[in-house]
């Protein structure tokens, strides 16, 4: 037969019923350099914009010229393209309310 183990208890108190509450909350006061941080993500956010601008245009462009020539390859490509193009732009446009969002929801969960 195998050695026997014994069971040892866990270091430390135990937890109350409701569990631990560490206090932590965000804050923009906690660290330097937040609100550099904050200019930083909204210039990124407008140079993601800005290029989602230019690929509308090439993709509603290849969809026009490939339609033009005959080439479906080409006109799906584009319909594709103008697709992601218009998602990707709504999900960075919403970016800031998502997160404040699904913040909201983490600070309910008990």
């Known amino acids: ?17 409701g569990g631990w509450d560490p206090g932590v909350t965000p804050n923009t006061t906690g660290l330097p350099g937040i609100p550099q941080a904050q200019a930083l993500a909204g210039g990124i956010i407008t140079y993601v914009l800005i290029g989602l601008v230019v690929a509308m245009i090439i993709s509603a462009l290849v969809w026009a010229f490939s339609a033009w020539k005959g080439h479906q390859g080409g006109v799906q490509g584009g319909k594709m393209s103008l697709i992601v193009c218009f998602a990707a732009a709504i999900i960075v446009g919403a970016a800031d309310a998502i ?3 699904a913040a909201g929801v983490g600070q309910q969960v008990k």
């Open 1 to 17: 037969m195998g050695p026997k183990f014994e069971t040892v208890p866990a270091a430390g108190p135990t937890p109350p019923p």
């Open 99 to 101: 997160i404040v969002f």
